[in-house]
T-cell receptor, first 112, second 115 residues
Framework: GNSVTQMEGPVTLSEEAFLTINCTYT??????LFWYVQYPGEGLQLLLK?????DKGSNKGFEATYRKETTSFHLEKGSVQVSDSAVYFC???????????FGDGTTLTVKP | KAGVTQTPRYLIKTRGQQVTLSCSPI?????VSWYQQTPGQGLQFLFE???????NKGNFPGRFSGRQFSNSRSEMNVSTLELGDSALYLC??????????????FGPGTRLLVL
């Protein structure tokens, strides 16, 4: 079945540092890949997505590229802010469109 | 457009009781999926409803059930509650018509505490 492996956290960075959160997946066919963010006490918000190989998703300074050859979708941001502190989830959706498969989540804390 | 809404936001129940959670999807969306989020198991898929029919199901016991109404609102029911059912229950909506390329939009969740 489908699975997502995410970089273990927590991750603590200083403001303006570079962020990378690794995500690799196992899936049959050609899944779509997503990054969601969850702030304390809230649900999941879509951060970005990519639907086919070599697509780059981007939003609010975050980027991730769908790499089929390495089955990866790593999240990056050039300069993090305190407000980026949250839990980040990598997810995929395959042919079973009603179901998303999630990684375990990575907690990011950005210190001023 | 209004987002996905879930009610209630918080619930406290005791073991053995049952509970019903409600989810109203984004207007025009016909697919509603439910997920359970716990610190130990992460986000796990419960089931998906599309046009009032259960289309997909995860690996949860029969105590977990759901339904969808003609206006696409969905309810999830858990009977004979156990301590391990304490979790954040999230619902997500999408049009349900496209392939896996479309985004699922999540509600704020219902936090259930079983004592």
């Amino acid at each position: 079945g489908n699975s997502v492996t995410q970089m273990e956290g927590p991750v603590t960075l200083s403001e303006e540092a570079f962020l990378t959160i690794n995500c690799t997946y196992t899936a049959t066919g050609y899944p779509s890949l997503f990054w969601y963010v969850q702030y304390p006490g809230e649900g999941l918000q879509l951060l970005l997505k990519a639907t086919k190989a070599d697509d780059k998703g981007s939003n609010k300074g975050f980027e991730a590229t769908y790499r089929k050859e390495t089955t990866s979708f790593h999240l990056e941001k050039g300069s993090v802010q305190v407000s980026d502190s949250a839990v980040y989830f990598c997810a995929l959706r395959g042919a079973n469109a009603g179901k998303s498969t999630f990684g375990d989540g990575t907690t990011l804390t950005v210190k001023p | 457009k209004a987002g996905v809404t879930q009610t209630p936001r918080y619930l406290i129940k005791t073991r053995g009781q049952q509970v019903t959670l409600s989810c109203s999807p984004i207007s025009g969306h016909r697919s509603v999926s439910w997920y359970q989020q716990t610190p130990g198991q992460g986000l796990q898929f419960l089931f998906e409803y599309f046009s009032e029919t259960q289309r997909n199901k995860g690996n949860f016991p029969g105590r977990f059930s759901g339904r969808q109404f003609s206006n696409s609102r969905s309810e999830m029911n858990v009977s004979t509650l156990e301590l391990g059912d304490s979790a954040l229950y999230l619902c997500a909506s999408s049009s349900g018509l496209a392939s896996g390329q479309e985004t699922q939009y999540f509600g704020p969740g219902t936090r259930l505490l079983v004592l």
